[in-house]
């Protein structure tokens, strides 16, 4: 198992999207739980992507 050390928590990590400035952020949820998110900038192809893909029924949905 692997621990992550504690001084990491809020770590900012610069990158993780090829097309803008997007930010990696490191947070210890609950002991033990860890959440690493991609921080876009607005304007990012890419994160407009994923927004439209969340809220788009999923390809296979058939009324
Ligand atoms: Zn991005």
Known sequence: MTVIPEAL????????????????????????LWSIGIAHDDWCPTWQQIQALRTAPPATFRP
């Open 9 to 32: 928590n809020g770590t900012v990590i610069p990158g993780g999207c090829d097309t803008c400035n997007a930010e990696q952020r490191i947070t210890r949820i609950e002991p033990l």
